[in-house]
């Protein structure tokens, strides 16, 4: 048996409330309140507010103050992408996960063995948040949102492409695209902005502080505009973000002849953008797909393999077959935000942000 076989368990362990390190103190993503959590990133299912003292990076502390107010936890510190905290003894740093701005894989080191908790991740280029960085472990934590072979994103930009055809072959019509609030908005924006694109374009309200955040940050998102106030007859030809949620609400109403589109992985399954009435599915994900999983697995030289959530099972059998030791983890309470929700009409209502 290996010694991150024996050890890992010691260092790192998946409890009720998240997965948790007796050894330096601290939770990763805790989803119920603790003393000391270390958050990957700002999504909901991940970032929670109320814990004593909390360790991010800068740009994942200033999106929990904007989400839930100054007073989200006791206190915080900011850790750089790449500095190494000693917490106890165990030695802990932050790396790139290319899923949203300021996400990170949280690398944790103990007695030799190296764990890497990857909280969401994925391995194609967003021009809105630092590439993901590999970060060679003994045991790789995984999420498994899209973990079949079925899921497979191919390419975003030809999917940005589609909806700019839509745009010009129906002028007279308004262009919704449903996407979540945090990353997936902003990181369409910018597409739009890299395949050429110049023209105003409008938010729902429940964009409007996230993507100033963006901007702020300095990236660069061109002419943007809160869609309320705008007449309708103004909106012929644009194109508008809004959260899934608002695309079957009243709220669309105030559009000129809308096409609805969604960014999302699971409008690889057409079943799903039917139930919502989408008629153009753009697959954009912010999660890695089939091949990012398993390519990343493997790349990190890993022995082992946890997955929090997700098609668990699946991987753990991909895991299996390539000699690796494998475990679903099954932590309740990951994939509540984002596309890791499953986006049915029925829980139309819970969208954080909406
Ligand atoms: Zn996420």
Redesign the pocket.
């Known amino acids: 048996m290996r010694p991150e076989q024996i050890l890992a368990p010691k260092i790192l362990a998946p409890m009720p409330s998240g997965l948790c390190s007796k050894a330096g103190g601290f939770h990763i993503d805790p989803t119920r309140p603790v003393d000391k959590a270390l958050i990957t990133?700002g999504?909901s299912d991940?970032a929670r507010a109320g814990h004593g003292h909390v360790l991010a990076t800068q740009e994942t502390l200033d999106i929990m103050r904007l989400r839930y107010g100054e007073n989200f936890a006791g206190s915080v510190q900011a850790v750089g992408y790449g500095e190494t905290i000693d917490l106890n003894g165990v030695r802990v740093s932050f790396h790139p996960a290319g899923?949203?701005l300021g996400s990170a894989q949280i690398r944790i080191e103990h007695k030799g063995v190296r764990i890497v908790a990857s909280g969401?991740y994925k391995d194609v280029a967003d021009p809105t948040c630092l590439p993901f960085e590999l970060v060679p472990c003994d045991v790789f934590i995984t999420e498994a949102t899209f973990g079949l072979p079925v899921f497979r994103h191919h390419d975003a930009a030809g999917e940005i492409r589609k909806l700019l055809h839509s745009v010009a072959v129906f002028p007279e019509r308004a262009h919704l695209v449903g996407a979540y609030s945090l990353g997936k908005a902003q990181r369409v924006i910018a597409m739009l902005r890299a395949a050429g694109y110049d023209k105003t374009i409008y938010l729902h309200g429940a964009m409007e502080k996230i993507t100033a955040y963006y901007q702020e940050r300095g990236i660069d998102l061109g002419a943007v505009e809160l869609v309320r106030g705008a007449k309708k007859a103004e909106l012929a030809g644009t194109i508008t973000i809004c959260p899934p949620t608002a695309m079957s609400d009243l709220w669309s109403r105030r559009f000129p002849d809308p096409v609805l589109a969604f960014a999302s992985g699971w409008m690889r399954v057409r079943a799903r953008a039917r139930q919502r009435g989408v008629t153009l599915p753009l697959v954009i994900s912010?999660h890695a797909d089939w091949d990012g999983l398993t390519k990343t697995i493997t790349a990190t030289g890993c022995s082992e393999v946890w997955v929090t959530h997700g098609e668990e099972e699946a991987l753990v059998h991909w895991a299996h077959m390539q000699g690796l030791k494998a475990k679903p983890l099954a932590i309740v309470g990951y994939g509540d935000?984002?596309e890791?929700e499953d986006p049915a009409p029925a829980e139309a209502g819970s969208e954080a942000d909406a």
């Open positions: 990133h999504h991940h899923h949203v969401d912010d935000e984002e890791s």
